[in-house]
């Protein structure tokens, strides 16, 4: 049933977080009022409950559905149920871990339950005033460890002052089992009280009922012997009567002298298995067993058994009637054995479980059990204490992480959001906006929308065995050297650190700056991945030819008429190769001059406008989608990958995101590198530089290179203007 009431009846107060509006929670009455608060203005609609910087046991408190999801539902509900404990609500904004408990509200039903069970606790630890923590409902034992009863319906030998009782006790443990009572002491219930009691009376009625052993004190050794042999005895006397019917048969019946001769070689003591299934004397057709016969080794010491405790000693042979006439001996004594009840007391002796019964504790033992179950409500109410105590110091936090994000947002930096699990230090930054993911290609996936520069790693530290997955924002600086393989470290919230290295990377802009140089950057890449892939292919070509011809040098002589002649030198050919290498050169020459041409033709103000031309056609779209992509910079696709809920959207503008990650910052000093590489001092390498340009146009000059550009920039040279002459005669003379 919904537990949202959507009738406005409470005056909220409003925020601007995050470039958008959003309620105010600041107070106990706006937490008491949370029920009238219109579901569609909540920031959050659902949250898992692990993966968060609060205490998952406060997590599961919440959980009221156990569905491990908080949701509205489960908001409201828990902040009916804390405000109704409370004189004054505003404390549950405090977020502290310890309460006055005097400052229950006794009123309630519930909370007069909380109160009592609040100062059982109190004097159990013997703890002195009126304020209780969660430190102290942290260890239940504690609490219960100096107590008598404490309502689990388990009693100890601290529950009793009486020596036999405690005796009673202790036998119970140690013959049916104990059970952990709430001080950590193993303890009886009432059912183990039952059952052992039971247990003592079976165990005498059996042992009442004792049948004398047929055997005296070999019975036990003569069963055992007979059960090894009864099937042996059986099958001698099957081949017995079948010789008697057969006599020609006996040999085959018989133990062969070939299976002897076979096992012969070997060490027969390891053929033991073999030797056993030879029958268990030598047959005849006579169907009686010689007392007196050899017997096969591998039973002889089972017959011995029976041969000196069980047969007359007068007997020089036995027949099939007289063995099953051994059996039937000791058949009721076996099934009394058999039929034992209550072995499992039976460590104690017959005698102290006759003394236990005739003493007769049960009822005794049973009254302390009730003793104890009679404060069982109030006992159990001390997890309610813990239950309180854990949702009034985090059930506030919880708050500004899901109707609001304020501590997202909060300008110090020292608070963070519940989603916010550590500090990533790697390439000179340090990332705050750090979250635990559980499949990073999942995540991954679902944040591109994000618009953030995210790098996933895997993080590993030797205290703990398990592997953690976090995905960290980068939002200052340049790509840099964030690749995949590098090594960062990341400190969680608790401090501890972790060896993380980068697994994925989503590449989103970080700023402008950045978007500028990005068409370059990707260009180089371009080209060093086609040089690399060109120069592997020809050497892998190179490689191939190689061992071809040294695979195949071996079959070549050098008298091999078959070998075709090395073909002559076709001049052609090359001329007009080169005449194609020609015609590129003087294209691309006219072309270099067609543009020279045009820009000594401008002024240096539209130079300088051409090539701020050139660079924005270049990088202008990259810095325009660069601009679009962080103005959209949204955390809420993030937290959807992770399992929110996410109601609005919540943005990261460019400010806000330069608080998100610090980049080094080293101070303007002049420092002398003892390893600094010697050379030339700057201004030495400017006039070398300039000297060699002007050299370079000087070249150019000569080789007439900026004639076409202008007339007045002739070579001096008379082979170029030779040129210019002739071409003049030949026009004339083609006009005469």
Request: aromatic share 10%; hydrophobic share 45%.
């Given at each position: ?384 204490v813990d239950k309180f105590l854990h949702i009034y110091r985090d059930f506030y936090q919880l708050l500004k992480n899901f109707v609001t994000l304020d501590d997202f947002y909060c300008k110090d930096k020292k608070v963070r959001a519940i989603f916010q699990s550590g500090t990533l230090i790697i ?310």
């Amino acid at each position: 049933m919904a537990l949202i009431n959507k009738e406005k009846k409470y005056r909220w107060a409003f925020e601007n977080i995050g470039g958008l509006t959003r309620v105010k929670i600041s107070s106990g009455e706006d937490i008491a009022h949370l029920s009238e608060l219109d579901p569609k203005m909540w920031t959050v609609l659902s949250c898992p409950t692990t993966g968060l910087e609060i205490d998952e046991r406060s997590l599961k408190y919440m959980d009221c559905d156990g569905d491990s999801k908080l949701r509205v539902n489960d908001i409201v509900s828990v902040s009916q149920w804390i405000t109704s404990l409370l004189k004054d609500k505003d404390l549950i904004v405090r977020g502290e871990d310890k309460i006055d408990i005097n400052q229950i509200n006794t009123d309630d039903p519930n909370g007069n339950k909380l109160y009592s069970s609040a100062k059982q606790i109190l004097n159990n630890l013997a703890k002195e005033g009126s304020v209780i923590s969660i430190a102290d409902t942290a260890d239940i034992t504690a609490i219960f460890a100096k107590t008598r009863f404490n309502g689990d319906g388990v009693i100890t030998d601290a529950s009793t002052d009486n020596s036999d009782l405690k005796l009673t006790i202790a036998a119970i443990v140690s013959t049916i089992g104990g059970v952990t009572d709430r001080s950590g002491v193993l303890g009886v219930n009432s059912d183990q009280i039952e059952t052992f009691y039971k247990t003592l009376n079976d165990y005498v009625a059996w042992y009442d009922s004792a049948v004398e052993p047929p055997f005296s004190d070999k019975t036990e050794d003569v069963i055992e012997a007979y059960n090894a042999l009864d099937a042996k005895v059986k099958d001698f006397f099957m081949r017995s009567k079948l010789a008697a019917f057969s006599p020609e048969s006996t040999a085959s019946l018989d133990v062969q002298t070939s299976q002897i001769t076979t096992i012969s070689a070997d060490n027969l003591a390891t053929k033991n298995d073999e030797i056993a299934s030879y029958p268990l004397i030598r047959v005849n057709s006579k169907a009686e067993i010689d007392l007196n016969a050899a017997v096969n080794p591998a039973w002889s010491k089972y017959f011995d058994i029976i041969k000196a405790n069980a047969i007359d000693s007068s007997k020089n042979v036995i027949t099939e009637e007289d063995w099953t006439a051994i059996g039937l001996k000791f058949a009721a004594y076996l099934s009394w054995k058999t039929s034992k009840n209550g072995s499992n007391v039976e460590s104690l002796g017959i005698e102290s479980i006759r003394n236990f019964i005739a003493q007769d504790n049960k009822t005794s033992l049973l009254e302390l059990v009730a003793q104890d179950s009679a404060l069982k409500e109030e006992a159990d109410n001390i997890e309610l204490v813990d239950k309180f105590l854990h949702i009034y110091r985090d059930f506030y936090q919880l708050l500004k992480n899901f109707v609001t994000l304020d501590d997202f947002y909060c300008k110090d930096k020292k608070v963070r959001a519940i989603f916010q699990s550590g500090t990533l230090i790697i390439d000179q930054r340090e990332c705050h906006l750090c979250m635990k993911v559980n499949d990073t290609a999942k995540h991954s996936a679902a944040a591109v929308p994000s618009g953030m520069y995210m790098i996933y790693c895997d993080c590993v530290t030797k205290t703990k065995p398990t592997k953690l997955q976090i995905a960290a924002a980068v939002t200052v600086g340049d790509v840099g050297e964030l690749i995949v393989g590098k090594n960062g470290i990341y400190y969680d919230n608790e401090g501890l650190e972790w060896d993380a290295v980068i697994t994925k990377i989503v590449d989103n802009p970080i700023n402008i700056s950045q978007s500028f140089w990005s068409p370059y950057r990707r260009m180089a890449t371009a080209i060093e991945n086609l040089i690399n892939k060109s120069a592997a292919d020809k050497d892998s070509k190179i490689m191939a030819k190689a061992t071809a011809e040294i695979n195949a040098a071996p079959n070549k002589t050098i008298d091999d008429k078959t070998t075709a002649a090395t073909p002559p030198f076709d001049i052609a050919k090359f001329a007009g190769i080169f005449a194609a290498i020609g015609m590129a050169v003087g294209m691309i020459g006219t072309a270099l001059a067609s543009i020279f041409k045009g820009l000594f033709a401008l002024s240096w103000w539209q130079l300088i406008l051409v090539f701020v031309c050139i660079l924005l056609v270049i990088s202008g779209p990259a810095m325009i989608m660069a601009w679009l992509k962080l103005r959209r910079r949204n955390i809420a696709p993030l937290l959807n990958a992770n399992g929110w809920a996410v109601n609005a959207a919540s943005k990261i503008s460019i400010p806000f995101g330069e608080t998100l990650t610090d980049i080094a910052i080293f101070p303007h000093i002049k420092l002398k590198d003892p390893y600094a590489k010697k050379g030339l001092k700057p201004w030495q390498k400017w006039f070398i530089s300039i000297i060699c340009t002007a050299f370079v146009v000087f070249v150019m000059w000569l080789f007439n290179i900026f004639s076409p550009i202008n007339p007045k920039l002739n070579s001096p040279l008379k082979y170029f203007n030779k040129v210019e002459t002739t071409e003049i005669v030949i026009d004339t003379l083609s006009i005469e």
